[in-house]
């Protein structure tokens, strides 16, 4: 099976998937260490998504920047809110994350159960993403796992620092 989109368009796809990766990974991470200084209900909420909000930031900063260089010129307004849609993966990608966080706050169910399961939220969707890339290259069952694997390792490296720090 060929792809017709264009190697721009292509490189623009998996640019977003990366995003997401990158941005669950991160969520998580800040939840493991955002929990071990025992920051709870609201605060850790906040801290996931300002910590997100900046990275996002950064990147659609670092992305304009490089823009910048290679043109030779500033960037309009719109050109910056294309550079900022295309970096949108890695914010959106947290609040699956967030959702436990919120939950805890609430009141649905106690900080730290909100703070576990934020991890497993995290570390499922980095499976799922690994499970999906070997879905869509036709890896076959066993291969397809060990990509869900590979994928989802980052998140148990960060389940295990979690277990082993706190």
Not at 74 to 88: D, K, N, P, T
Request: glycine letters at 10%; zero cysteines.
């Amino acid at each position: 099976m060929t792809d017709d989109r264009s190697p721009l368009e292509l490189r623009d796809i998996a640019h977003r998937l990366s995003g997401a990766v990158y941005g669950t990974i991160l969520a998580t991470a800040v939840v493991v260490a955002a929990s071990g200084y025992h920051a709870g209900g609201a605060s850790l909420a906040v801290i996931v998504a300002v910590t997100s909000l900046v990275f996002w930031l950064a990147h659609v900063y670092s992305e304009s920047i490089g823009a910048r260089m290679v043109l030779e010129h500033s960037l309009s307004r719109h050109q910056v809110l294309e550079v900022a849609r295309g970096e949108w993966p890695m914010l959106q990608s947290s609040v699956p994350v967030l959702i436990p966080l919120v939950l805890a706050w609430v009141g649905v169910f106690s900080q730290e159960t909100g703070a576990w399961l934020a991890v497993v939220v995290g570390v499922g969707a980095l499976f799922t993403y690994g499970w999906l890339i070997g879905r869509r290259e036709n890896l076959g069952r066993w291969r397809t796992l060990l990509s869900a694997f590979v994928t989802g390792s980052f998140g148990l490296v960060v389940l295990v620092l979690k277990v082993v720090v706190h």
